[in-house]
T-cell receptor, first 113, second 110 residues
Framework: EPEVTQTPSHQVTQMGQEVILRCVPI?????FYWYRQILGQKVEFLVS????????KSEIFDDQFSVERPDGSNFTLKIRSTKLEDSAMYFC???????????FGSGTRLTVV | QKEVEQNSGPLSVPEGAIASLNCTYS??????FFWYRQYSGKSPELIMS????GDKEDGRFTAQLNKASQYVSLLIRDSQPSDSATYLC??????????FGSGTRLSIRP
C-alpha cells in the first residue's frame, strides 16, 4: 500500500538552530500538508500546499516556518530558528483530491533543547 | 473560531459490544467529515469518511452524519482489544484543510 515517508523519525536540536523536516508524499497525490501534535494535545494544522504554492496556513505558521517542494518527490518543512515550544510530533500528509481524507506519514518527533 | 468537539474519555467498552463515539462541529459550511484512529505514539490513520447525511458502513464501522444538528458519530460493532486507541473526528473547514478534535480515548476491556 502506498505510504507517506518522513525523515528523520526523531530529531534533537538546540534552541535557535534551523531544522528541515523531510517528507515524500504518495506519488500521484497533488495536495500536501503539515500538521503538528504537541504531546498530549490535538493534531494542529500548519500549512497546505498545492501546485507549488501555499494554499492556506495557520496562525502557528509564522515567518519562522517555510515549506518547499524542491523536486518532484520531496516536500520539506523548515523551521529557521527553533524555540522550545516547537517541540512536537510533526506529521506530513498528502491526498489526491481536495477535501478527501489525508494519508499521514509516521511523523518526525522534534525535540528542542 | 471553527471548532470540533469530542468527549476526551476514556470510554470503556466490553469486548464484543458496540462502541459509540460522538463529535460536534461549529462550522455549518463544512462538507467533509472523517474519523481517524491514532494509537499511542503513532500517526493518525483514516478509517472512515462521510460527505452526506445518513449512515455509511464499512465492515464493523458505521459513520453517521447529521448536518442539521452538526453532529458526526462513529459506531464500532463487535469491539476488539485492537480497537483500543484514540479516535479523532476531523472536519473540513475549508477546501484546503481539515481540523481535528482533541480525540476520544477508547478502551476495550476483555
Amino acid at each position: 500500500e502506498p505510504e507517506v515517508t518522513q525523515t528523520p523519525s526523531h530529531q534533537v536540536t538546540q534552541m535557535g538552530q534551523e531544522v528541515i523536516l523531510r517528507c515524500v508524499p504518495i506519488s500521484n497525490h497533488l495536495y500536501f500538508y503539515w500538521y503538528r501534535q504537541i504531546l498530549g494535545q490535538k493534531v494542529e494544522f500548519l500549512v497546505s500546499f498545492y501546485n507549488n504554492e501555499i494554499s492556506e496556513k495557520s496562525e502557528i505558521f509564522d515567518d519562522q516556518f517555510s515549506v518547499e517542494r524542491p523536486d518532484g518527490s520531496n516536500f520539506t518543512l523548515k523551521i529557521r530558528s527553533t524555540k522550545l515550544e516547537d517541540s512536537a510530533m510533526y506529521f506530513c500528509a498528502s491526498s489526491d483530491q481536495e477535501n478527501y481524507g489525508y494519508t499521514f506519514g509516521s511523523g518526525t518527533r522534534l525535540t528542542v533543547v | 473560531q471553527k471548532e470540533v468537539e469530542q468527549n476526551s474519555g476514556p470510554l470503556s467498552v466490553p469486548e464484543g459490544a458496540i462502541a459509540s463515539l460522538n463529535c460536534t462541529y461549529s462550522d455549518r459550511g463544512s462538507q467533509s467529515f472523517f474519523w481517524y484512529r491514532q494509537y499511542s505514539g503513532k500517526s493518525p490513520e483514516l478509517i472512515m469518511s462521510i460527505y452526506s447525511n445518513g449512515d455509511k458502513e464499512d465492515g464493523r464501522f458505521t459513520a453517521q452524519l447529521n448536518k442539521a444538528s452538526q453532529y458526526v458519530s462513529l459506531l464500532i460493532r463487535d469491539s476488539q482489544p485492537s480497537d483500543s486507541a484514540t479516535y479523532l473526528c476531523a472536519v473540513s473547514s475549508s477546501a484546503s484543510k481539515i481540523i481535528f478534535g482533541s480525540g476520544t480515548r477508547l478502551s476495550i476491556r476483555p
